[in-house]
């Protein structure tokens, strides 16, 4: 199965972009990826995803290498709100609609005042 | 739009008993996915249930099953409780064979085995 590598923690200041990254090397042609993260052992909750090329959306951008073996999701202006654990997740496909996401260990991203 | 909803919220159960975990899946869902996280890790995979069959698992014993019903709730059924399945039992939903790329999680139950 294809395996993601995150750092364990990190660190910014409010307002100012957070880069997370991610290395995925052993991901297959038609492997997702997806970004969660978790507030709290809450449900992890939904950021953002891609293939091939980069993503915006309201709450992040996601930056995927041309060869995929690697990620990065940018918060363009971190609250203390996006402090949290982000997950950097593949989703392998097993045929007849069958998937499953494999998640890192994540990143314990800290957004200092 | 409903969310995913799980319960019970919170369990303790003896080593040896059998727990069930129920999960109603968001609207419009028809695939339901079961997450396993220990304490400081990541979610691990443990099985898919599409269309009221189990469709894909994870490296988890046979201890662990499930059902999913007509309405697209699901249970998962753990026999023979041992202290390591503590853990945060997670479910998602999705509609994957309609194209669909997006996972809604609930919020999870928290299993304590003693």
């Known amino acids: 199965d294809a395996k993601t590598t995150q750092p364990p923690s990190m660190d910014c200041a409010e307002g100012r972009a957070a880069n997370l990254p991610c290395n995925h090397s052993?991901?297959?042609?038609?492997?997702?990826v997806y970004w969660y993260r978790q507030i709290h052992s809450q449900g992890p909750q939904y950021i953002i995803h891609?293939?091939?090329n980069n993503e915006t959306n309201e709450m992040a951008s996601l930056i995927i290498t041309e060869d995929r073996k690697s990620s990065t999701l940018i918060l363009p202006h971190a609250t203390l709100r996006d402090t949290a654990v982000y997950y950097c997740?593949?989703?392998?496909?097993?045929?007849?609609?069958?998937?499953?996401?494999?998640f890192g260990s994540g990143t314990r991203l800290l957004v200092r005042p | 739009e409903t969310g995913v909803t799980q319960s019970p919220t919170h369990l303790i159960k003896t080593r040896g008993q059998q727990v069930t975990l129920r999960c109603s899946s968001q609207?419009?869902?028809?695939?339901v996915s079961w997450y396993q996280q220990a304490l400081g890790q990541g979610p691990q995979f443990i099985f898919q249930?599409?269309?009221?069959?189990?469709?894909g698992r994870g490296n988890f014993p046979p201890r662990f099953s499930g059902l999913q019903f007509p309405n697209y709730s699901s249970e998962l059924n753990v026999n023979a409780l041992e202290l390591d399945d503590s853990a945060l039992y997670l479910c998602?939903?999705?509609?994957?064979?309609?194209?669909?790329?997006?996972?809604?999680f609930g919020s999870g139950t928290r299993l304590t085995v003693v």
């Open positions: 998602a939903s999705s509609q994957p064979d309609r194209g669909g790329y997006g996972y809604t």
């Open positions: 052993t991901i297959s042609g038609n492997e997702y």
């Open positions: 891609g293939l091939k």
């Open positions: 997740i593949v989703r392998l496909y097993g045929g007849d609609s069958s998937y499953k996401l494999i």
């Open positions: 609207s419009g869902h028809n695939t």
């Open positions: 249930y599409y269309r009221e069959e189990e469709n």
